[in-house]
């Protein structure tokens, strides 16, 4: 148990070299960065995202997720095509990001990808592309050793002590998402 503590308590005063400032509430005890790669492998592994408008099929490709310091896009192309044509068409969408401090989960959501379809002056109508994912993609936040710990105190009462985010930053950087967290503890008495 005691080993345990020492693990913890090392890793939490570790800090990891990153060029951009992290404005916490107290320091930044773990960080976190998620590469746009990883989010896009996610899209990969889906497999074929299809589906049928008026007298078209469409097919969704290159599925992918641009991160900048100032924003997340989603980017890809959809083919729409029938027995007498074929057209491609650009599709750019909204990401948001945001973190569920409570469940430390980074949650990415593509919110709006609208893409209109008019082919030579006809018009096929919008296919909400946004829809298709409908359910965010949530990967867990930085993780401390332990959720919380337990020790024998010479007395012989037991505590257990909770590890908790106190502060967090979430920023979007070039290529990525950060999330820095402060941590503390919470005692808890057991008999």
Do not use: R
């Not at 080993?3 to 090392?10: A, D, E, G, N, Y």
């Not at 969704?60 to 095509?81: G, R, T």
């Not at 082919?119 to 994912?133: E, L, R």
């Amino acid at each position: 148990m005691l080993f345990h503590f020492f693990i913890l308590f090392s890793f939490l005063i570790a800090v990891p070299e990153i060029d951009q400032p992290v404005e916490l509430s107290g320091p930044d005890h773990i960080s976190l960065i998620v590469h746009q790669d990883l989010i896009n492998d996610f899209f990969i592994n889906l497999g074929k995202i299809k589906g049928k408008k008026k007298s078209f099929d469409w097919n969704l490709k290159n599925p992918k997720i641009n991160i900048s310091s100032e924003k997340a896009v989603f980017n890809a192309e959809i083919q729409l095509y029938n027995n007498l044509l074929s057209v491609t068409q650009d599709v750019v969408g909204k990401v948001d990001v945001s973190y569920d401090k409570l469940n430390n989960l980074i949650i990415i959501k593509i919110v709006d990808a609208d893409v209109i379809i008019d082919i030579a002056g006809y018009d096929i109508g919008k296919i909400d592309i946004a829809g298709y994912f409908s359910k965010p993609l949530k990967l867990n936040g930085p993780q401390a050793v332990s959720d919380n710990i337990e020790f024998a105190m010479p007395s012989g009462i037991n505590k257990k002590i909770d590890v908790v985010v106190n502060s967090y930053s979430l920023k979007l950087i070039e290529g990525g998402i950060k999330l820095s967290t402060s941590l503390g503890f919470n005692n808890i008495i057991k008999e």
